[in-house]
């Protein structure tokens, strides 16, 4: 069975920073992964997948992440954190097999300080 | 294009009641798929629909059904409400059902539900 596990429900960044959000996922086959971002009171939106061809992901918003097999990590980042980047993020993973399911991990709440 | 509209955005219920909640995919979309997001269990996959047929179901009880029209809108209902329902039940629409990125999913805003 799939799992997806994000390390820390809550970072804070400064105005400025790095942003840097862990994923890592188990998957018995190559995986698509995603990472989503929800803001208060709305839905997903979706900032970048990975669909194997490229393991270096540009999304959205400055954001992007890498696909390391042999870590089986996805992990997320941003060079500059922005007040506007305060949101929850969800990486999840869909196994080719499994149609459109997505399996997500527990989500990491950004708060960006000015 | 019109996004994924989710009808009611917000519902009080009580327990023992039932509710039924509207999706409308994007325009071209016709699999949809429904989740559940509660502070406890996160986000957790209930069921899929493509051209009206379920293709694949999560790990809920059979309190929580759902059905597809033929212009790929669906319904989600939940019958005997526990106050564990209270929940965002987020819809999500694809141009299809698998292979490829073709089904990217697009969620709509979601439908809190709170279950008194």
């Known amino acids: ?114 | 294009k019109a996004g994924v509209t989710q009808t009611p955005r917000y519902l009080i219920k009580t327990r023992g009641q039932q509710v039924t909640l509207s999706c409308s995919p994007i325009s071209g979309h016709r699999s949809v798929s429904w989740y559940q997001q509660t502070p406890g269990q996160g986000l957790q996959f209930l069921f899929e629909y493509f051209s009206e047929t379920q293709r694949n179901k999560g790990n809920f009880p059979g309190r929580f059904s759902g059905r597809q029209f033929s212009n790929s809108r669906s319904e989600m209902n939940v019958s005997t409400l526990e106050l564990g329902d209270s929940a965002l039940y987020l819809c999500a629409s694809s141009l299809a059902s698998a292979g490829g990125m073709a089904n990217e999913q697009f969620f709509g805003p979601g439908t809190r539900l709170t279950v008194l």
């Open chain 1, 1 to 114: 069975a799939q799992s997806v596990t994000q390390l820390g429900s809550h970072v804070s960044v400064s105005e400025g920073a790095l942003v840097l959000l862990r994923c890592n996922y188990s998957s018995s086959v190559p995986p698509y992964l995603f990472w989503y971002v929800q803001y208060p009171n709305q839905g997903l939106q979706l900032l970048l997948k990975y669909t194997s061809a490229a393991t270096l992901v540009k999304g959205i918003n400055g954001f992007e992440a890498e696909f390391k097999k042999s870590e089986t990590s996805f992990h997320l980042t941003k060079p500059s954190a922005h007040m506007s980047d305060a949101a929850e993020y969800f990486c999840a993973v869909r196994d080719r097999a499994a149609g459109n399911k997505l399996t997500f991990g527990g989500g990491t709440r950004v708060l960006v300080k000015p």
